[in-house]
Structures are given as structure tokens and as C-alpha cells.
Nanobody, 124 residues
Framework: QVQLVESGGGLVQPGGSLRLSCAAS????????MAWFRQCPGKAREFVAIINWSGLSTDYADSVRGRFTISRDSAKNTMYLQMNSLKPEDTAVYYC?????????????????WGQGTQVTVSS
């Protein structure tokens, strides 16, 4: 099994920044994709950003491209999401997820392991 623990959420003013972390433990995979999703109340969980095991492949939802940066530190088994120029519409619970394999997949149904989520609220 894999355990994922998110941290770093909180309340921030519009235009501010936050950095989310996702610490992984348990079973290790030689190849994998890790992703961030988010969910607003009453809405479906949506893809935010993804990174592969090498860190060389990343992708973003159009709504966050240019503002968010995904990265990972393999030595710490931790993935990050640097969020800049935050907007009220970024308010959501942010989840990290991981799936073994080489493919970058964007549907939440493709992911086997999830964290518990961390709340991000952007408000003045």
C-alpha cells in the first residue's frame, strides 16, 4: 500500500501564494505518475497538475498553467505544488494521487492511491 499525506493548505488573499506538499510512504514504484486534483463543494474533482517519476514530464490544467508549478523531490518522496497568483476560484480541497506506470493520465478514476486532502481558501 501507499500512504499519501498532503500539507500546506490554508487561507490566502487573492494574488498570494501557497506551496502544497504531498509526502509518500509505503510501497515504492519504479515508474509512476503523481498528480494534484482539486474539488470544490458541489463539483466534481478536477485535474490540476501531473508529474512523472523522472520529473521530466509535467502538465497542467489550462486554468492553472503559468501560475502553478508541480515538482518532486525523490530523495524525500515528496511532491509539491507551488501556487502563485491565487484567485478565489482556486478555492478547493486539493488532493494528491499516485498511480504506477509510465503513462500520464488525467482522470481521477485512473489513480489507485489518494491523500486525505488539504483545504485551500483564497479570499480577502
Amino acid at each position: 500500500q501507499v500512504q499519501l499525506v498532503e500539507s500546506g493548505g490554508g487561507l490566502v488573499q487573492p494574488g498570494g501564494s501557497l506551496r502544497l506538499s504531498c509526502a509518500a510512504s509505503g510501497r515504492a514504484f519504479s515508474t509512476y505518475a503523481m498528480a494534484w486534483f482539486r474539488q470544490c463543494p458541489g463539483k466534481a474533482r478536477e485535474f490540476v497538475a501531473i508529474i512523472n517519476w523522472s520529473g521530466l514530464s509535467t502538465d497542467y490544467a489550462d486554468s492553472v498553467r503559468g501560475r502553478f508549478t508541480i515538482s518532486r523531490d525523490s530523495a524525500k518522496n515528496t511532491m509539491y505544488l507551488q501556487m502563485n497568483s491565487l484567485k478565489p476560484e482556486d478555492t478547493a480541497v486539493y488532493y494528491c494521487a499516485v498511480r504506477p506506470g509510465i503513462r500520464l493520465l488525467y482522470s481521477m478514476s485512473e489513480y489507485d492511491y489518494w491523500g486525505q486532502g488539504t483545504q485551500v481558501t483564497v479570499s480577502s
